[in-house]
């Protein structure tokens, strides 16, 4: 009820414009609904089809696989084969020659897929092996696995051959045992030759999409048969290998610059993959008639509604749009508006009490003026009293000028380490007004590196200071003095009263999730458990408090740090501090990378 009340309280073109936005709205969902669901269902049924596709050549290829498995197994544990590789006997060795190789020939005839089989024994003597690249074929093989390495007893399928005088040739090669004797010595290499003719054959009748590709790849990457016949043969381009990874997968990514579906069938038998891409857009480029449809008849409708809503406007509210036309004229060309409208109804009466209004707001706006013009006066007596101020402030020139003078004095009377000192304090104060509180963390380690200098020479022989600093991090962006308070804690806390010679090591880099983190590492007299468990609580308090200040006051405290890198890169980063009394502190900071 309250709803209906506030809307029949709204102005009527409100009202009417609603009323009309709403059908328009609830007009093109509809349609965008229907096109959606239309979609997907293309969509699905497209990849659903595809998916059958991959699944019947992972079928075939697990057959052709399984066939030359048992083809090989066949002729390596045939005791006439077995006899042949472990015989010395040349006459015994001749005969058992001609018994294998008709075996091999009846093996191989048994399969069309099958082109030749080879037996090798450890010496590397051959039977078998009759096509013309049969020596090329073994060199490449040998070349990945040794036929006599007794050792390598791996079995795999290899690429053999890839030319267009034999086509694209693969072998399974796959060592073999001694039965008779030791079973796990190997004793021999049976290597079976077989086409991918019947692959390239299945792909070559399957039916997808204008630019779809549909392949299959071996270990190296390189094409076994695809679609694309003119592709067989080639290592896939750089961008398919970052698209393609191992198992099986449906994925949408973008190739060549197209959101393409991409499904991917890992044939684990012959480490082999299948792959489709086919481009989202040829998937439902049907779709293209019925959308075009769909939005003609949303224009057809929205331009109707569109009309209804002109006629009611002007028959209806034409009045309260010249009430609004008035109030955006109010105020122009310094004159006094005043609305003039003939009807007495509400509109009429709106127009009465706007008249009065901006009596009263002339009225108002002589006083803001005169009020204003008293601020002003105010203001201005202000920026002169800030101005004087100013004036009388210290120019930094006369500092800089003066440190360059005792820095000339020390160089002229031969005392390097005033003339040190001079040098340091003049970066320092640079770097102290420099503008910005984000500055490079190059910037904070040399002024680090400033104030260190000044204090070797304050406290001579009495620390080594180590830096590990990522050189990766330098050029990336640090709030400025959060560092060098940390390392000042650490001389006059830890380090100066630490009898013997100390050491202050500070350490910065990215870690594992690409933040900065600082490490300020001192073997001084570190920090009693009491005292620790304060700056613990001190470091979760909201409330801004100083590190230390029961020994210096006015320093700049840890905590303080703390918030200022709350403030800046969120609650979740800060400073942990962990130190053990007498033997030192450590304090580490972590913020987000930034250029």
Known sequence: MNILTRFKNMKLKRQLFMLISISIVMLMLTQLFYFLQFYKLTQSRSMVSTSNVLNQMEENMSNLANDVRQSAETVAFDSYTQKYVLSNDPVERFEDNKVVANMIKYVGSSNKSILDIIVLDTKGR????????????????????????????????????????YGSYYAYVNSFPNLRGSPGEKIGTCVVIFKTDSMQNIIEKVKLTNHSMLFVLDPERKIIAANNKRTVGNVIDGELQEIITDGDQKQVKKYK???????????ESMDWTVVSLIPINEMTGDMGRLQKYGVISALVMTAILVIIGIIINW?????????????????????????????????????????????????????????QKSLYQMRLVKKQAELS?????????????????????????????????????????????????????????????DFLEIMKIRYEGKFVIEYDIDERILEMSIIKFILQPIVENSIYHGLERKNGPGLLKIKGE?????????????????????ILNQLESSLNSTEPMEYFNFEKKGSIGLVNINHRMKNVYGPQYGIHISSIENEGTVVQLCFPASV
């Open 389 to 449: 101020a100013l004036q009388s402030q210290v120019n930094p020139h006369f500092l800089y000028n003066t440190l360059d003078c005792v820095r000339s004095i020390a160089i002229s009377y031969h005392v390097p380490e005033i003339e040190c000192i001079a040098t340091s304090m003049a970066k320092m104060f640079r770097y102290s007004i420099k503008e910005g509180n984000i500055v490079k963390i190059l910037d904070e380690i040399n002024s680090i590196r």
């Open 126 to 165: 051959e039977v078998g092996g009759d096509y013309p690249d049969k020596v090329r074929t073994l060199e490449i093989i040998d070349h990945k696995y040794s036929f006599t390495d007794k050792n390598a007893k791996l079995s795999g399928f290899y690429s053999v051959i890839d030319r267009e005088l």
């Open 315 to 371: 028959n209806i509210t034409r009045p309260i749009t010249r009430l609004i036309n008035f109030m955006r004229q109010i105020g122009q060309k310094n004159i006094r508006p005043r609305i003039e409208i003939t009807e007495s109804n509400e509109v009429g009466q709106l127009a009465v009490d706007i008249n009065k209004m901006l009596e009263q707001i002339e009225n108002m706006n002589t006083e803001i003026l005169f009020t």
């Open 257 to 267: 610059g197209e959101e393409s579906v991409i499904q991917i069938k890992y044939i």
């Open 510 to 530: 990215l870690n594992a999730n690409g933040d900065i983190c600082f490490e300020i590492n001192d073997n001084g007299k570190g920090i009693s458990s009491t």
